[in-house]
């Protein structure tokens, strides 16, 4: 599997937090030196594991918006 870098260029919230620490987190990340997208994923309590999660363009997190917003 090819190694790939990754920079959270800006933290912006905690979703939630299970017991062992782990929280859903969105927040801005710049992967391989790319411009950053929004990103939701688990992470280990100091970041240094996560799991799977979804990236978010600027055009997809308003459409996102506007879709919770009828919620």
Do not use: C, Q
Not at 10 to 30: C, Q, T
Request: glycine content about 8%; charged content about 35%; hydrophobic content about 40%.
């Amino acid at each position: 599997m090819a190694e790939f870098k990754y920079e959270i260029v800006e933290e912006i919230g905690v979703i939630s937090e299970n017991a062992k620490g782990w929280r859903k987190e969105l927040n801005r990340i710049s992967w391989n030196g790319a411009a950053p997208k929004y990103d939701i994923r688990d992470w280990a309590p100091e970041h240094e594991k996560m799991g799977k999660g979804v990236t978010l363009s600027d055009e997809e997190v308003v459409s996102l918006k506007e879709i919770l917003s009828k919620l």
